[in-house]
């Protein structure tokens, strides 16, 4: 369509609808539900105008600028202040209304309203909506060739490979996503003795593993399907909370060397079971269990996928099965993040490679353990002095005893970043997810390194990608997006989301010091950081600049950074 065209249309038109809000070109007003009027400053008023004259299409940042502030000089700086200003206007946390279109500019998803868009009092009604491709049902694999054919990111693929439209779901927390999308709850443990719990988790974590691999499916993170641990609800409400179709539970219980696994997959839409099964065999067949419950769902949610394909992804980990344990007490000590945590999933990542030297996953987890030990100082009882390069060596095998494993890339890709390599270690992020889509860990994780080089819109489609695939994610999550919208110039937004965390690291405070400060709150800003020297005194400035030393490309935004902190009373 011509911009000529296009204007001519826009002319015959007043109002449009923006999600829950209707805007009026001609008194350039935007309301919300009832009718009242929401507040925006001048320039982003005029550049909201702009774009509802031009919604549907691409509006390149520079077009923008030239036509809002045609007799004055601005940065990009001066744009992303008044998207940032609509997005809160509008809600539009997700940017599902004001859509980034990384290096290219924005496009806003609006709907002229007429009368067939009117409810029956007249007014224009909140809409939902539902993500759909244009690519049919092979998408994401689809997006991974042309990224890798092109070097374009994945996520600027889906940037333009996604629109939304109309679904009357308005009981559901999330729209439901086109691929069939499953839950796997934590199944229940039968069983006695010490390690109750232990091979029950690893039942369900691996199952959830072996189904995010598949591209053609949403697959809800860990640990949010674990949430609803011992939690007396219905599944059609586990579902609905969370988003999804499908929801697989079942329980296991060992008794001596015998093991009995019972799973059922639900479907939540209409509470039907649609696959029951219960497994009695050795102790020593649960990954036999393992694979055949997870070909079972992937072959009735999804027929398409080839037996090539099964066989690709459905390898077993490793033929110890305490060496399996291991890692899996491993995982959970590690996840403590604590100093403790650390060196005792070291120990138990060792004794696992004891009894299979050959496994990818235990190398992983020993991986972690070294990165950590570099950038934290948890360190143990070994040498400060070579951990990056300890961690290397674990993450390059990991990645040589399994070079299909998201995870070996994974650690690959934060050590590579720790390093400095920022372009290498983003290569090797997109790897991780190009294996599993699903990894709501990985995308969380690169959120950090695209911060680095600059790439804010990115780095934060990333992370808010995250928290849709793990609603009930750890608290890190919102760090991690306030920490990249405060770089983007998100303020507001960046405060918001650091203060729904539960329980605030102390290390968080920088952060949250900084926006307080961009957001002219001093009292509070100069309170955060006494708080986080009350837990830290030794901490400082130049503490800060050392775990930052050399990562920003640009090094005027962690400049500014530091000068946030100072102003908030962070000492030098």
Same mark, same amino acid.
């Given at each position: 369509?011509?911009?000529?065209?296009?204007?001519?249309?826009?002319?015959?038109?007043?109002?449009?609808? %923006?999600?829950?809000?209707?805007?009026?070109?001609?008194?350039?007003?935007?309301?919300?539900?009832?009718?009242?009027?929401?507040?925006?400053?001048?320039?982003?008023?005029?550049?909201?105008?702009?774009?509802?004259?031009?919604?549907?299409?691409?509006?390149?940042?520079?077009?923008?600028?030239?036509?809002?502030?045609?007799?004055?000089?601005?940065?990009?700086?001066?744009?992303?202040?008044?998207?940032?200003?609509?997005?809160?206007?509008?809600?539009?946390?997700?940017?599902?209304?004001?859509?980034?279109?990384?290096?290219?500019?924005?496009?806003?998803?609006?709907?002229?309203?007429?009368?067939?868009?009117?409810?029956?009092?007249?007014?224009?009604?909140?809409?939902?909506?539902?993500?759909?491709?244009?690519?049919?049902?092979?998408?994401?694999?689809?997006?991974?060739?042309?990224?890798?054919?092109?070097?374009?990111?994945?996520?600027?693929?889906? #940037?333009?490979?996604?629109?939304?439209?109309?679904?009357?779901?308005?009981?559901? #927390?999330?729209?439901?996503?086109?691929?069939?999308?499953?839950?796997?709850?934590?199944?229940?443990? %039968?069983?006695?003795?010490?390690?109750?719990?232990?091979?029950?988790?690893?039942?369900?974590?691996?199952?959830?593993?072996?189904?995010?691999?598949?591209?053609?499916?949403?697959?809800?993170?860990?640990?949010?399907?674990?949430?609803?641990?011992?939690?007396?609800?219905?599944?059609?409400?586990?579902?609905?909370?969370?988003?999804?179709?499908?929801?697989?539970?079942?329980?296991q219980q060992k008794a001596g060397d015998r093991l009995?696994?019972?799973?059922?997959?639900?479907?939540?839409?209409?509470?039907?079971?649609?696959?029951?099964?219960?497994?009695?065999?050795?102790? @020593?067949?649960?990954?036999?269990?393992?694979?055949?419950?997870?070909?079972?769902?992937?072959?009735?949610?999804?027929? #398409?996928?080839?037996?090539?394909?099964?066989?690709?992804?459905?390898?077993?980990?490793?033929?110890?099965?305490?060496?399996?344990?291991? @890692?899996?007490?491993?995982?959970?000590?590690?996840?403590k993040f604590t100093p403790e945590g650390n060196q005792?999933?070291?120990?138990?990542?060792?004794?696992?490679?004891?009894?299979?030297?050959?496994?990818?996953?235990?190398y992983f987890s020993l991986a972690w353990v070294h990165?950590?030990?570099?950038?934290?100082?948890?360190?143990?009882?070994?040498?400060?002095?070579?951990?990056?390069?300890?961690?290397?060596?674990?993450?390059?095998?990991?990645?040589?005893?399994?070079?299909?494993?998201?995870?070996?890339?994974?650690?690959?890709?934060?050590?590579?970043?720790?390093?400095?390599?920022?372009?290498?270690?983003?290569?090797?992020?997109?790897?991780?997810?190009?294996?599993?889509? #699903?990894?709501?860990?990985?995308?969380?994780?690169?959120?950090?390194? %695209?911060?680095?080089?600059?790439?804010?819109?990115?780095?934060?489609?990333?992370?808010?990608?995250?928290?849709?695939?793990?609603?009930?994610?750890?608290?890190?999550?919102?760090?991690?997006?306030?920490?990249?919208?405060?770089?983007?110039?998100?303020?507001?937004?960046?405060?918001?989301?650091?203060?729904?965390?539960?329980?605030?690291?102390?290390?968080?405070?920088?952060?949250?010091?900084?926006?307080?400060?961009?957001?002219?709150?001093?009292?509070?800003?100069?309170?955060?950081?006494?708080?986080?020297?009350?837990?830290?005194?030794?901490?400082?400035?130049?503490?800060?600049?050392?775990?930052?030393?050399?990562?920003?490309?640009?090094?005027?935004?962690?400049?500014?950074?530091?000068?946030?902190?100072?102003?908030?009373?962070?000492?030098?």
């Amino acid at each position: 369509m011509s911009g000529e065209a296009h204007e001519k249309d826009t002319k015959s038109l007043e109002e449009f609808r %923006l999600g829950g809000f209707t805007y009026s070109l001609q008194t350039n007003e935007l309301k919300d539900e009832n009718g009242n009027a929401v507040h925006l400053r001048s320039q982003s008023t005029e550049v909201l105008e702009y774009l509802v004259r031009r919604h549907g299409e691409l509006v390149s940042k520079s077009d923008l600028i030239e036509n809002v502030w045609s007799d004055t000089f601005v940065t990009d700086d001066s744009l992303v202040q008044c998207i940032a200003d609509i997005r809160r206007a509008l809600n539009d946390t997700e940017h599902r209304i004001v859509q980034t279109l990384t290096k290219k500019g924005y496009k806003l998803e609006a709907i002229p309203v007429s009368d067939d868009t009117l409810d029956s009092s007249g007014n224009s009604g909140p809409i939902s909506f539902r993500i759909t491709s244009k690519f049919g049902s092979s998408w994401f694999l689809v997006l991974i060739v042309l990224a890798f054919v092109t070097g374009v990111s994945i996520f600027t693929w889906w #940037n333009t490979a996604t629109d939304f439209e109309p679904i009357d779901s308005a009981t559901l #927390n999330f729209p439901l996503p086109e691929k069939p999308s499953i839950a796997v709850l934590a199944f229940d443990d %039968l069983s006695q003795g010490a390690d109750k719990g232990y091979l029950s988790d690893a039942i369900s974590e691996e199952i959830i593993a072996r189904l995010s691999h598949f591209p053609d499916f949403f697959v809800i993170a860990r640990s949010s399907s674990f949430f609803y641990r011992d939690k007396a609800l219905a599944v059609r409400d586990v579902a609905t909370e969370l988003g999804v179709r499908y929801i697989l539970e079942g329980s296991q219980q060992k008794a001596g060397d015998r093991l009995r696994v019972a799973a059922q997959l639900i479907d939540a839409t209409d509470g039907n079971t649609i696959w029951a099964a219960t497994y009695d065999r050795d102790l @020593v067949d649960v990954f036999d269990v393992q694979e055949e419950i997870t070909r079972t769902i992937a072959a009735t949610l999804e027929r #398409n996928i080839t037996l090539a394909e099964y066989d690709r992804l459905l390898r077993q980990p490793t033929e110890s099965l305490a060496a399996y344990e291991l @890692v899996n007490r491993g995982r959970s000590a590690r996840k403590k993040f604590t100093p403790e945590g650390n060196q005792e999933a070291k120990l138990l990542s060792e004794k696992a490679l004891e009894l299979d030297p050959g496994y990818s996953e235990a190398y992983f987890s020993l991986a972690w353990v070294h990165i950590n030990c570099f950038r934290w100082e948890w360190c143990g009882d070994q040498p400060h002095e070579g951990a990056l390069d300890r961690a290397f060596m674990a993450a390059r095998k990991a990645v040589q005893l399994d070079p299909d494993s998201s995870l070996a890339y994974w650690t690959l890709a934060n050590a590579t970043m720790q390093s400095g390599d920022l372009e290498q270690a983003l290569i090797e992020y997109d790897r991780s997810i190009a294996l599993n889509p #699903n990894s709501a860990g990985v995308l969380a994780d690169s959120t950090e390194v %695209l911060v680095y080089l600059g790439q804010m819109d990115e780095a934060i489609a990333r992370i808010q990608a995250a928290i849709r695939l793990n609603p009930h994610h750890p608290d890190w999550y919102l760090w991690t997006l306030a920490w990249a919208q405060y770089f983007a110039g998100e303020y507001e937004a960046g405060l918001a989301s650091i203060q729904k965390m539960a329980n605030m690291p102390n290390l968080a405070r920088r952060t949250q010091a900084a926006l307080y400060v961009r957001l002219d709150r001093m009292d509070e800003a100069w309170a955060t950081i006494d708080e986080l020297l009350e837990n830290a005194p030794d901490y400082t400035i130049a503490s800060q600049e050392h775990s930052l030393r050399g990562k920003f490309r640009d090094p005027g935004a962690a400049d500014r950074f530091y000068d946030d902190l100072r102003k908030a009373g962070l000492p030098d």
